[in-house]
């Protein structure tokens, strides 16, 4: 007796166990998944940017001891756009429009518009810091005076007002942490010493999202043909992918769910055929869900994929089993007994087929990206689970259950379209091995062409569609405003006051006129701010308000009592410009949206620019939004080539040990590489790039690929031992397998084209590239793989054992 024939023989005392235990397994069972299910309140989305980065990624630290001491930078922009700006009836709407959000709208720390705007002038030789609109305009008159104020101002232009005239913002700064914690206002400012400690929860998914709600519902109240609005910033737009991830996630599962069940009918022809595994895998799909919010991996919109992914795949544990169960049962086999004999028969490549998609997924774990990281722990532990519930929950099901006996024939014994392709498959790939293997070759010479154009890209605003209004608003505060990201430059002086010398202002203002001569791409940066608008601003103020003392004082005592004076104003502003030592200055630059690729080139340019300006004695780091994206950018890419190896190393050496034999295992894995190749060639004529849900494709494909393979090679060597041919082993395993392939490769191909209906560009397109690469891993296990079989397999003489039981049936899966 082989070591496989002792595990098929435990797989059927455990199938004798569960049926005598019917009832006991199915309450363990339950109670468990009962317990799991008691986590799911628990389960929380989480799409920020800087949920991208893993918590101990550099880049992370630095943006969370930036945001320690300076608050955040995930201001939301709402965007107006009346017939006339200044205008007493507009004026007076967006004063209640602003007064509404402070009222209403949650986790505020302030709104910021024209309504009170800093205005720093000066009077009667004393610095005033106060609204721009402390005195309401009334008349013809104040109004025009109002508008020749603002446009004179620099630091309006471009922030609060676009350079065209015909936009205003409103700026609604959230929170920096939860209000669970300290708030954004009682953490800005702090020093490098209370920076260092431990930092509190961000602002939460939950309250950004009630943030969104609220500001959503003023925004519906006011808006009109006369009072335009669009909204945009770190908040909206985790709101609008929870707002498509959610939907989304709804109707891949009910679609993939009508789908499963079609085809299940089409199969069984009876209604437990249907209900039993579409019971078993929501089942373990809840239960997995329940295991994400157990141990707080929140859902993404990598994540997303995870039920759907694991309904179609836990339905193919389902179908093996039950096919077997119905067909004994055909023929005259008790239930009891049929059910033990279908897990001895088919429990062993159940096991196999989950390890190693288990093991594809598992590649993901060592990803950069935190998404795709979790990604890689909660889809093995999926998987897993889902044939838990195949060998476990099913049979107690099936157990407890009085099925009808099946009829001859309705577990689809008939001949047709399927089984003739079949025949041709075998006859070609067994007849002409060489031409098989040279036309894949030349098929994959041609993709090769599309393999080299693939490109990558991380640009979340193109993933939604044309007219979306997240995107709309977007490219609106890219034309009119510069951007609505941003780029923080932390320069450090070295010494307390050291933001009183004028020459160190001096290069700090340089370095800010360089930057903003600066493009990523082809988009130019927009404006940037930083303590030097406020020293020039009130220097003007103290001047008799004459432009031409816009301009950096060159006297460091002058400099050192100017900010006193404005510091005593009142106003806390300089709270998010520098820290209270005046040691170190924060540079906020405005920066398109744009293709995180694009990210690291300009932050290079950026760091050896000011290093030039700045000089050695004025250390800089970048943070902020830009740095974020680079470095996502990077992740990607480090991410892609470590889960491709990871997925080689470890299902290669699986499958080896599995086929037990080193040549035959090598080349067996071929065929799973071709669906991963062709797929590269397809994005590269397509024009779609790699990003953060594409390159899931590579360790998903192998994954279900390597299923198949596993099928065909677990029957193919069964029958190589029985004839001692490898001609006549492809021809029976394609006969009582090739059934089983077609089947499984339909399941997961349209389970996963329902990707094809998401709101997002790039989860739909995630879809059709898994689908498509579904349909190629068939071709390749049912033409490729036989004819490698056949070229690298000798004829011998038959095992002497004694012929197993041939499974003529498709049902016999494996």
């Excluded at 919010?293 to 093996?320: E, N, R, Y």
């Excluded at 009891?336 to 288990?358: D, K, N, Q, R």
């Excluded at 008939?414 to 498959?425: C, E, P, S």
């Excluded at 932050?603 to 300006?613: C, H, K, Y």
Aim: charged share 20%; net charge negative.
């Amino acid at each position: 007796m082989t070591g496989r024939d002792r595990i098929e023989r435990l797989f059927t005392r455990w199938g004798h166990f569960v049926v005598r235990r019917r009832w006991a397994t199915l309450a363990l069972t339950l109670a468990v998944t009962a317990g799991l299910l008691s986590f799911l309140p628990n389960l929380r989305l989480d799409n920020a940017v800087e949920a991208f980065l893993k918590r101990d990624d550099p880049e992370r630290l630095r943006y969370d001891e930036f945001r320690a001491r300076f608050g955040g930078d995930n201001d939301v922009l709402v965007i107006l756009h009346p017939p006339e700006i200044f205008d007493l009836g507009f004026l007076d709407t967006m004063k209640r429009f602003h007064e509404d959000i402070e009222r209403e709208v949650p986790y505020v720390e302030e709104v910021t518009s024209l309504v009170n705007a800093r205005s720093t002038y000066g009077k009667d030789e004393e610095l005033v810091v106060e609204d721009l609109m402390e005195a309401w305009p009334e008349t013809a008159a104040e109004l025009v005076a109002l508008e020749q104020r603002v446009l004179a101002n620099p630091l309006y232009q471009n922030i609060l007002i676009a350079e065209s005239g015909a936009y205003t913002t409103v700026t609604i700064t959230p929170f920096t942490y939860s209000a669970a914690g300290p708030t954004g206002g009682e953490l800005a400012g702090f020093d490098d010493a209370q920076a260092d400690t431990a930092f509190p929860e961000t602002l939460t998914d939950r309250e950004g999202r009630e943030l969104v709600v609220a500001l959503r519902q003023v925004v519906a109240r006011y808006e009109g043909p006369t009072f335009e609005a669009h909204m945009v910033g770190g908040p909206v737009e985790n709101y609008h992918l929870d707002a498509a991830m959610t939907r989304d996630v709804a109707v891949f599962q009910t679609l993939s769910i009508l789908i499963v069940a079609a085809l299940l009918f089409l199969l069984f022809r009876r209604v437990s055929g249907v209900v039993l595994p579409v019971v078993v895998v929501n089942a373990a799909m809840l239960a997995t869900l329940g295991v994400m919010a157990w141990i707080d991996i929140p859902m993404s919109m990598t994540l997303q994929i995870v039920p759907p992914f694991l309904t179609v795949v836990g339905i193919c544990d389902a179908i093996h089993i039950l096919a077997i169960v119905y067909r004994r049962m055909g023929e005259g086999e008790s239930q009891e007994e049929a059910i033990p004999y279908a897990l001895g028969h088919s429990g062993l490549a159940v096991v196999m087929t989950s390890v190693t998609t288990a093991a594809g997924l598992l590649s993901f774990s060592v990803a950069e990206m935190l998404p795709i990281a979790n990604l890689g722990i909660i889809a093995p532990i999926g998987v897993m689970l889902a044939m838990a519930y195949s060998l476990v929950l099913l049979p107690a099901l099936l157990a407890v259950l009085r099925l009808r006996p099946a009829v001859p024939g309705d577990v689809r014994t008939r001949r047709g379209a399927t089984d003739r392709f079949l025949d041709w498959a075998t006859r070609v790939s067994t007849t002409y091995p060489w031409r098989v293997v040279g036309v894949a070759a030349g098929i994959l010479v041609v993709f090769a062409g599309g393999v080299s154009k693939v490109y990558f890209s991380q640009d979340i605003i193109r993933w939604f569609p044309v007219g979306d209004p997240l995107r709309t608003a977007a490219e609106l505060v890219d034309r009119e405003f510069g951007g609505a990201s941003t780029l923080d430059v932390l320069i450090d002086t070295g010494r307390e006051n050291g933001l009183h010398e004028p020459d160190t202002l001096q290069r700090i203002e340089r370095a800010m006129r360089h930057v903003e001569t600066l493009a990523i791409g082809d988009r130019p940066i927009g404006k940037s701010v930083s303590i030097v608008d406020v020293v020039k601003e009130t220097h003007q103020a103290l001047n008799e308000n004459r432009a031409a003392y816009y301009r950096l004082p060159d006297e460091r005592m002058l400099i050192a009592q100017e900010m006193l004076l404005f510091e005593n104003s009142g106003t806390d502003d300089l709270e998010d410009l520098t820290d209270s030592r005046f040691q170190t200055v924060r540079m906020i630059v405005r920066t398109p949206w744009v293709d995180a690729m694009l990210y690291p080139d300009f932050l290079d340019e950026v760091r050896r620019d000011f290093s030039e300006i700045l000089g050695p004695g004025l250390p800089f780091e970048l943070t902020g939004g830009a740095p974020l994206y680079s470095q996502v950018f990077k992740n990607i890419v480090l991410s892609m080539a470590r889960s491709y190896v990871f997925a080689l190393v470890v299902i290669t050496p699986l499958l080896v040990l599995l086929v037990g034999n080193l040549r035959r295992g090598l080349v067996a894995m071929i065929p799973n590489l071709i669906p991963v190749f062709m797929v590269l060639g397809l994005m590269g004529w397509l024009d779609i790039p790699l990003d953060m849900t594409s390159l899931l494709i590579g360790g998903i494909v192998i994954g279900l690929a390597v299923d198949d393979t596993i099928h065909f090679m677990h029957k193919f060597n069964r029958y190589y031992e029985d004839t001692g041919s490898a001609t006549e082993a492809v021809r029976e395993t394609l006969a009582t397998t090739g059934r089983a392939l077609l089947f499984t490769s339909l399941v997961l191909g349209l389970g996963f084209a329902v990707f094809f209906f998401a709101y997002m560009n790039n989860t739909s397109w995630f879809g059709v590239l898994v689908s498509f690469a579904c349909l190629v891993a068939f071709l390749a296990d049912v033409l490729v793989g036989p004819a490698l079989m056949v070229l690298v397999t000798p004829e011998v003489e038959p095992s002497a054992q004694p012929a197993r039981e041939d499974t003529a049936a498709w049902g016999a899966v494996h």
